[in-house]
Protein backbone atom coordinates (compact mmCIF):
# COMPACT_ATOMS: atom_id res chain seq x y z
CA UNK A 1 0.00 0.00 0.00
CA UNK A 2 1.17 3.78 -0.19
CA UNK A 3 0.60 6.20 2.57
CA UNK A 4 -1.21 9.17 1.37
CA UNK A 5 -1.09 12.78 2.61
CA UNK A 6 -2.72 15.05 4.93
CA UNK A 7 -5.49 17.02 4.48
CA UNK A 8 -5.20 20.40 3.30
CA UNK A 9 -6.66 22.31 6.46
CA UNK A 10 -4.63 20.39 8.71
CA UNK A 11 -2.33 22.08 11.01
CA UNK A 12 1.56 21.18 12.27
CA UNK A 13 3.17 23.63 14.38
CA UNK A 14 5.44 21.36 16.28
CA UNK A 15 6.95 18.10 15.78
CA UNK A 16 9.39 16.42 18.14
CA UNK A 17 11.58 14.14 16.42
CA UNK A 18 13.37 11.35 18.63
CA UNK A 19 16.60 9.71 16.96
CA UNK A 20 17.01 6.43 18.66
CA UNK A 21 20.22 5.20 17.81
CA UNK A 22 23.77 5.97 18.77
CA UNK A 23 25.34 7.08 14.84
CA UNK A 24 24.78 8.87 11.75
CA UNK A 25 23.46 6.05 8.83
CA UNK A 26 20.80 5.88 6.53
CA UNK A 27 17.91 6.05 8.67
CA UNK A 28 18.88 9.15 10.47
CA UNK A 29 19.92 11.26 7.46
CA UNK A 30 16.84 10.62 5.50
CA UNK A 31 15.45 11.69 9.01
CA UNK A 32 17.32 15.05 8.82
CA UNK A 33 15.56 15.51 5.42
CA UNK A 34 12.53 15.48 6.83
CA UNK A 35 13.84 17.97 9.39
CA UNK A 36 14.81 20.56 7.20
CA UNK A 37 11.74 20.19 4.70
CA UNK A 38 9.11 20.53 8.52
CA UNK A 39 11.63 23.40 9.51
CA UNK A 40 11.39 25.38 5.85
CA UNK A 41 7.59 25.24 6.33
CA UNK A 42 8.18 27.01 10.03
CA UNK A 43 7.19 24.03 11.87
CA UNK A 44 9.07 24.18 15.10
CA UNK A 45 11.12 21.03 15.45
CA UNK A 46 12.71 19.55 18.49
CA UNK A 47 15.25 17.16 17.57
CA UNK A 48 16.34 14.84 20.23
CA UNK A 49 19.13 12.29 21.07
CA UNK A 50 22.04 10.55 22.90
CA UNK A 51 24.15 13.54 24.58
CA UNK A 52 27.01 12.25 22.20
CA UNK A 53 25.24 12.46 19.07
CA UNK A 54 24.00 15.97 19.74
CA UNK A 55 27.21 17.70 17.70
CA UNK A 56 27.14 15.93 14.80
CA UNK A 57 23.87 16.57 14.46
CA UNK A 58 24.34 20.05 14.79
CA UNK A 59 27.18 20.27 12.45
CA UNK A 60 24.87 18.43 9.31
CA UNK A 61 21.69 20.85 10.03
CA UNK A 62 23.56 24.36 10.72
CA UNK A 63 21.35 27.08 11.62
CA UNK A 64 17.54 25.99 10.77
CA UNK A 65 14.38 28.41 12.09
CA UNK A 66 12.82 27.19 14.77
CA UNK A 67 14.95 23.82 15.26
CA UNK A 68 16.00 23.49 18.96
CA UNK A 69 18.44 20.27 20.17
CA UNK A 70 17.79 18.59 23.04
CA UNK A 71 20.38 16.23 24.18
CA UNK A 72 18.62 12.94 25.94
CA UNK A 73 20.65 10.49 27.67
CA UNK A 74 18.43 7.04 27.49
CA UNK A 75 16.65 7.45 24.66
CA UNK A 76 19.47 5.35 22.18
CA UNK A 77 18.34 1.97 22.35
CA UNK A 78 21.03 -0.37 24.11
CA UNK A 79 20.22 -4.15 22.76
CA UNK A 80 23.14 -5.14 26.07
CA UNK A 81 20.46 -3.89 28.73
CA UNK A 82 17.89 -5.39 26.35
CA UNK A 83 14.97 -5.14 29.01
CA UNK A 84 16.55 -1.96 31.03
CA UNK A 85 16.90 0.21 27.88
CA UNK A 86 13.01 0.46 26.74
CA UNK A 87 12.31 1.58 30.06
CA UNK A 88 15.09 4.52 29.92
CA UNK A 89 14.14 5.41 26.26
CA UNK A 90 10.35 5.95 27.28
CA UNK A 91 11.31 7.65 30.49
CA UNK A 92 14.03 9.95 28.31
CA UNK A 93 10.39 10.55 25.87
CA UNK A 94 7.97 11.17 28.75
CA UNK A 95 10.78 14.02 30.07
CA UNK A 96 10.71 15.45 25.81
CA UNK A 97 7.29 15.03 25.71
CA UNK A 98 7.05 17.31 29.09
CA UNK A 99 9.83 20.32 27.72
CA UNK A 100 8.34 20.61 24.24
CA UNK A 101 4.55 20.06 24.10
CA UNK A 102 4.83 18.70 20.60
CA UNK A 103 1.28 18.45 18.22
CA UNK A 104 3.29 15.21 16.88
CA UNK A 105 6.40 13.18 16.92
CA UNK A 106 8.45 11.62 14.42
CA UNK A 107 9.68 8.49 15.55
CA UNK A 108 12.76 6.50 12.68
CA UNK A 109 13.23 3.21 13.58
CA UNK A 110 16.78 1.69 12.95
CA UNK A 111 15.59 -1.38 14.20
CA UNK A 112 11.74 -2.50 15.38
CA UNK A 113 13.14 -3.08 18.91
CA UNK A 114 14.69 0.08 19.22
CA UNK A 115 10.92 1.89 18.61
CA UNK A 116 9.57 0.24 21.54
CA UNK A 117 10.22 2.25 24.63
CA UNK A 118 9.68 5.41 22.77
CA UNK A 119 6.40 4.51 21.29
CA UNK A 120 5.15 3.53 25.14
CA UNK A 121 5.58 6.68 26.53
CA UNK A 122 4.22 8.64 23.16
CA UNK A 123 1.45 5.86 23.63
CA UNK A 124 0.59 6.57 27.09
CA UNK A 125 0.31 10.59 26.37
CA UNK A 126 -1.47 10.37 23.41
CA UNK A 127 0.78 12.02 21.84
CA UNK A 128 0.45 10.80 17.46
CA UNK A 129 3.33 9.79 16.22
CA UNK A 130 4.72 8.30 12.54
CA UNK A 131 7.15 5.64 12.93
CA UNK A 132 9.26 4.96 9.76
CA UNK A 133 10.56 1.55 9.35
CA UNK A 134 14.18 1.66 7.66
CA UNK A 135 15.69 -1.86 8.56
CA UNK A 136 13.86 -4.88 9.73
CA UNK A 137 15.12 -8.99 9.72
CA UNK A 138 13.58 -11.35 8.16
CA UNK A 139 11.12 -12.56 10.56
CA UNK A 140 10.57 -8.90 11.90
CA UNK A 141 12.64 -9.43 15.65
CA UNK A 142 8.86 -10.65 16.71
CA UNK A 143 10.44 -12.60 19.65
CA UNK A 144 12.14 -10.24 20.95
CA UNK A 145 9.34 -7.66 20.58
CA UNK A 146 7.02 -10.19 22.54
CA UNK A 147 9.62 -10.32 25.02
CA UNK A 148 9.50 -6.25 25.51
CA UNK A 149 6.16 -6.18 26.02
CA UNK A 150 4.88 -5.76 22.52
CA UNK A 151 4.17 -2.54 20.40
CA UNK A 152 2.08 -0.11 21.95
CA UNK A 153 -1.24 0.95 20.54
CA UNK A 154 -1.79 4.90 20.11
CA UNK A 155 -2.75 7.53 18.12
CA UNK A 156 -0.44 7.56 14.45
CA UNK A 157 0.66 5.97 11.28
CA UNK A 158 3.44 3.36 10.79
CA UNK A 159 5.40 3.80 7.41
CA UNK A 160 8.12 2.15 6.21
CA UNK A 161 11.12 2.76 3.58
CA UNK A 162 9.52 -0.36 0.97
CA UNK A 163 7.05 -2.75 0.85
CA UNK A 164 8.73 -6.13 1.90
CA UNK A 165 10.06 -3.86 4.96
CA UNK A 166 6.39 -2.99 5.90
CA UNK A 167 5.47 -6.78 5.61
CA UNK A 168 8.20 -7.52 8.09
CA UNK A 169 7.88 -4.80 10.40
CA UNK A 170 3.70 -6.14 10.62
CA UNK A 171 4.49 -8.95 11.43
CA UNK A 172 6.94 -7.98 14.16
CA UNK A 173 4.65 -5.66 15.68
CA UNK A 174 1.75 -7.66 15.09
CA UNK A 175 -0.07 -5.19 13.10
CA UNK A 176 -1.97 -5.98 10.06
CA UNK A 177 -0.37 -5.52 7.04
CA UNK A 178 -2.50 -3.12 5.65
CA UNK A 179 -1.73 -0.70 8.66
CA UNK A 180 1.50 -0.60 7.43
CA UNK A 181 2.49 2.31 5.01
CA UNK A 182 5.21 2.33 2.66
CA UNK A 183 6.61 5.78 1.29
CA UNK A 184 10.03 5.15 -0.66
CA UNK A 185 13.29 6.35 0.12
CA UNK A 186 14.05 9.53 -2.50
CA UNK A 187 17.33 11.58 -3.57
CA UNK A 188 17.92 14.59 -5.30
CA UNK A 189 18.39 13.96 -9.33
CA UNK A 190 20.93 16.57 -10.01
CA UNK A 191 21.04 17.25 -14.11
CA UNK A 192 23.33 15.60 -16.36
CA UNK A 193 26.46 17.18 -16.47
CA UNK A 194 29.44 15.65 -18.47
CA UNK A 195 31.83 18.15 -17.49
CA UNK A 196 31.74 17.31 -13.63
CA UNK A 197 31.48 13.75 -14.37
CA UNK A 198 35.05 13.96 -16.26
CA UNK A 199 36.43 16.14 -13.43
CA UNK A 200 35.52 13.58 -10.60
CA UNK A 201 36.77 10.73 -12.27
CA UNK A 202 39.96 12.63 -12.85
CA UNK A 203 40.28 14.05 -9.20
CA UNK A 204 39.02 11.10 -7.63
CA UNK A 205 41.97 8.78 -9.69
CA UNK A 206 44.70 11.57 -9.08
CA UNK A 207 43.70 11.47 -5.15
CA UNK A 208 44.41 7.87 -5.15
CA UNK A 209 47.31 7.58 -7.25
CA UNK A 210 45.95 5.94 -10.19
CA UNK A 211 45.78 5.90 -13.88
CA UNK A 212 43.46 8.39 -15.32
CA UNK A 213 41.68 5.41 -16.73
CA UNK A 214 42.08 2.62 -13.96
CA UNK A 215 38.53 0.71 -13.74
CA UNK A 216 37.00 1.46 -9.79
CA UNK A 217 34.06 0.26 -8.27
CA UNK A 218 32.46 1.50 -4.86
CA UNK A 219 31.37 0.03 -2.14
CA UNK A 220 29.70 2.84 0.04
CA UNK A 221 28.37 1.54 3.80
CA UNK A 222 29.17 0.66 7.45
CA UNK A 223 31.83 -2.23 6.99
CA UNK A 224 30.04 -4.99 8.86
CA UNK A 225 29.13 -8.63 7.44
CA UNK A 226 25.23 -6.95 6.92
CA UNK A 227 26.54 -4.89 4.26
CA UNK A 228 28.55 -7.72 2.91
CA UNK A 229 31.85 -6.35 3.72
CA UNK A 230 33.26 -9.69 4.42
CA UNK A 231 33.00 -10.31 0.77
CA UNK A 232 35.05 -7.42 -0.18
CA UNK A 233 38.22 -8.99 -0.03
CA UNK A 234 37.19 -11.82 -2.30
CA UNK A 235 35.35 -9.46 -4.73
CA UNK A 236 38.36 -6.99 -5.06
CA UNK A 237 40.99 -9.79 -5.51
CA UNK A 238 39.19 -11.22 -8.18
CA UNK A 239 38.23 -8.05 -9.27
CA UNK A 240 42.17 -6.85 -10.11
CA UNK A 241 43.21 -9.86 -10.94
CA UNK A 242 40.97 -10.54 -13.64
CA UNK A 243 40.15 -6.74 -14.76
CA UNK A 244 42.96 -5.11 -13.06
CA UNK A 245 39.78 -2.86 -11.36
CA UNK A 246 40.30 -1.42 -7.51
CA UNK A 247 37.66 -1.44 -4.86
CA UNK A 248 37.04 1.66 -2.56
CA UNK A 249 35.23 1.07 0.61
CA UNK A 250 34.06 4.03 1.94
CA UNK A 251 33.35 3.94 5.49
CA UNK A 252 33.73 2.57 9.00
CA UNK A 253 32.89 -0.40 10.97
CA UNK A 254 33.71 -3.20 12.78
CA UNK A 255 35.68 -5.09 10.18
CA UNK A 256 37.72 -2.15 9.17
CA UNK A 257 41.22 -3.43 11.11
CA UNK A 258 39.98 -7.06 9.31
CA UNK A 259 40.02 -5.10 5.62
CA UNK A 260 43.31 -3.23 5.93
CA UNK A 261 45.32 -6.40 4.59
CA UNK A 262 44.49 -6.63 1.60
CA UNK A 263 46.69 -3.54 -0.03
CA UNK A 264 46.49 -2.53 -3.40
CA UNK A 265 42.99 -4.35 -4.48
CA UNK A 266 41.19 -2.83 -1.53
CA UNK A 267 41.40 0.70 -0.74
CA UNK A 268 39.99 2.02 2.66
CA UNK A 269 39.37 5.66 3.07
CA UNK A 270 37.12 5.35 5.60
CA UNK A 271 34.44 7.25 6.27
CA UNK A 272 33.77 10.45 3.33
CA UNK A 273 31.59 13.10 3.30
CA UNK A 274 30.95 13.10 -0.52
CA UNK A 275 29.99 9.50 -1.76
CA UNK A 276 27.67 11.46 -4.24
CA UNK A 277 30.76 12.47 -5.94
CA UNK A 278 32.91 9.26 -5.80
CA UNK A 279 29.74 7.72 -7.30
CA UNK A 280 30.13 9.75 -10.54
CA UNK A 281 33.74 9.25 -10.53
CA UNK A 282 33.45 5.49 -10.40
CA UNK A 283 32.91 2.74 -12.90
CA UNK A 284 30.49 1.09 -10.33
CA UNK A 285 28.62 0.76 -7.39
CA UNK A 286 29.11 -2.67 -5.00
CA UNK A 287 25.89 -3.79 -2.80
CA UNK A 288 27.04 -7.28 -1.74
CA UNK A 289 24.49 -6.66 1.26
CA UNK A 290 22.52 -9.11 2.94
CA UNK A 291 19.77 -7.05 4.63
CA UNK A 292 18.40 -3.49 3.70
CA UNK A 293 15.65 -1.48 3.01
CA UNK A 294 15.65 1.17 1.06
CA UNK A 295 19.03 2.23 0.26
CA UNK A 296 19.89 5.97 -0.58
CA UNK A 297 23.08 4.50 -1.59
CA UNK A 298 21.70 2.92 -4.81
CA UNK A 299 19.45 5.53 -4.88
CA UNK A 300 22.28 8.22 -5.60
CA UNK A 301 23.98 6.20 -7.22
CA UNK A 302 20.44 5.60 -10.13
CA UNK A 303 20.75 9.58 -9.97
CA UNK A 304 24.21 9.68 -11.35
CA UNK A 305 23.69 7.14 -14.04
CA UNK A 306 26.64 4.52 -12.45
CA UNK A 307 25.92 1.18 -13.12
CA UNK A 308 25.33 -0.83 -10.11
CA UNK A 309 26.35 -5.09 -9.16
CA UNK A 310 24.11 -6.10 -6.31
CA UNK A 311 22.81 -8.68 -4.21
CA UNK A 312 19.05 -9.37 -4.09
CA UNK A 313 18.78 -8.80 -1.18
CA UNK A 314 20.56 -5.40 -1.29
CA UNK A 315 17.82 -4.61 -3.60
CA UNK A 316 14.92 -6.00 -1.97
CA UNK A 317 12.96 -2.84 -1.89
CA UNK A 318 12.91 -3.10 -5.65
CA UNK A 319 11.15 -6.74 -5.54
CA UNK A 320 11.15 -8.66 -8.85
CA UNK A 321 12.08 -5.43 -10.77
CA UNK A 322 15.44 -5.70 -9.13
CA UNK A 323 17.14 -7.45 -12.36
CA UNK A 324 15.82 -4.57 -14.09
CA UNK A 325 18.14 -1.67 -12.90
CA UNK A 326 21.30 -3.46 -11.88
CA UNK A 327 23.30 -6.66 -12.37
CA UNK A 328 22.69 -8.96 -9.67
CA UNK A 329 25.61 -11.33 -8.04
CA UNK A 330 24.49 -14.37 -6.27
CA UNK A 331 25.89 -14.44 -2.53
CA UNK A 332 25.46 -18.37 -2.24
CA UNK A 333 28.85 -19.25 -2.98
CA UNK A 334 32.27 -17.90 -3.04
CA UNK A 335 32.91 -18.40 -6.86
CA UNK A 336 29.62 -17.46 -8.04
CA UNK A 337 30.15 -14.58 -6.29
CA UNK A 338 33.45 -13.44 -7.95
CA UNK A 339 32.54 -14.85 -11.19
CA UNK A 340 28.67 -13.00 -11.08
CA UNK A 341 30.93 -9.42 -10.03
CA UNK A 342 33.21 -10.21 -13.08
CA UNK A 343 30.85 -11.00 -15.82
CA UNK A 344 29.28 -7.66 -15.01
CA UNK A 345 32.70 -5.61 -15.07
CA UNK A 346 33.57 -3.59 -16.81
CA UNK A 347 29.70 -2.69 -17.67
CA UNK A 348 28.99 -3.58 -21.39
CA UNK A 349 26.03 -2.87 -23.46
CA UNK A 350 23.44 -4.38 -21.51
CA UNK A 351 24.19 -1.77 -18.74
CA UNK A 352 23.44 1.18 -20.01
CA UNK A 353 19.43 -0.69 -20.38
CA UNK A 354 19.84 -1.26 -16.30
CA UNK A 355 21.00 2.47 -15.80
CA UNK A 356 18.39 4.01 -17.56
CA UNK A 357 16.00 2.05 -15.76
CA UNK A 358 17.41 2.84 -12.17
CA UNK A 359 17.42 6.49 -13.62
CA UNK A 360 13.68 6.81 -14.28
CA UNK A 361 13.18 4.84 -10.82
CA UNK A 362 15.50 7.20 -8.99
CA UNK A 363 13.43 10.33 -10.86
CA UNK A 364 10.26 8.86 -10.99
CA UNK A 365 10.36 8.64 -6.42
CA UNK A 366 12.75 11.34 -6.03
CA UNK A 367 13.66 13.68 -2.80
CA UNK A 368 10.60 16.19 -3.65
CA UNK A 369 8.08 13.73 -3.58
CA UNK A 370 9.12 11.51 -0.47
CA UNK A 371 9.11 15.13 1.67
CA UNK A 372 5.94 16.02 0.24
CA UNK A 373 4.67 12.27 1.37
CA UNK A 374 5.93 12.66 5.20
CA UNK A 375 4.56 16.31 5.47
CA UNK A 376 1.12 15.06 4.50
CA UNK A 377 1.38 12.35 7.10
CA UNK A 378 2.62 14.61 9.49
CA UNK A 379 -0.11 17.22 8.88
CA UNK A 380 -2.52 14.22 8.76
CA UNK A 381 -1.68 13.49 12.47
CA UNK A 382 -2.99 16.52 13.57
CA UNK A 383 -6.19 17.28 11.05
Not at 240 to 265: K, Y
Request: with cysteine.
Amino acid sequence: MTAEAGGPGSTLRSLLVLLPGHGIGGAELHTLEIVRAAAGLGVRVALAAEPAFIAALSRLLGRLPGLTLHPSPGLGWSPERFHESPVDQARATSRLLEETCPDAALLPLPWPTAGIGPRRALAAAEVPSLLVGHLVPLDGDANAVRALGGFAAGPGRVVAVSAPTARRLALGYGLAPGQVGVVPNGVVVPPEDPAARAEARRFKRQWLNLPPDAPMLVFAGRLDKQKGADLLPALALALWQRRGATVLALGQGEMLEQLAGLGEPLRLPGQVADVPDWLLAADALLMPSRLEGCPLTFLEAAARRCPVLASRAALECLEDRAGEMATLIDLDSPYSLTADACEGFPPGPRSQVLVAAAWRHAAQFDQAAMLRRYLGLLRGLVA
